[in-house]
């Protein structure tokens, strides 16, 4: 009978990485508002930290629900990203600000 060796470092921060693609540091300009949010007043300022093709990462002042949805608009320069997000995480840091964990939709 065969046992199994336990998994190598590499193998375990590997499985441990849900995300799939890599993000990459960059401090962006973005809101986000409820989906069905009728007037610009309703829009959030928040500030985006790391972004993928898949997700984002940012900080804001209050917490979100894990598993809601939210619209999100990313200003990169001259060009807006606009897509609606689902909460993966979030948690306080240090500083008393929400780090949250978003996947596009």
């Given amino acids: 009978m065969k046992t199994q060796s336990p998994a190598a470092p590499a193998d375990k921060a590997q499985n441990m990485n849900r995300r799939r693609s890599v993000r990459k540091p960059h401090v962006a300009e973005a809101w986000i508002c409820s989906p069905t949010a009728t007037s610009l007043d309703a829009k959030i300022e928040v500030i985006a930290i790391n972004l993928s093709r898949h997700g984002v990462a940012f900080e804001l ?3 979100l629900a894990t598993g809601a949805f939210h619209a999100m608009e990313i200003g990169v320069g001259d060009q807006r990203l606009i ?3 689902r909460i993966v995480s979030c948690r306080k840091t240090e500083n008393g600000k929400y780090e949250v964990g978003a996947e596009f939709c």
């Fill in 61 to 63: 002042s209050t917490p």
């Fill in 83 to 85: 897509s609606e997000i």
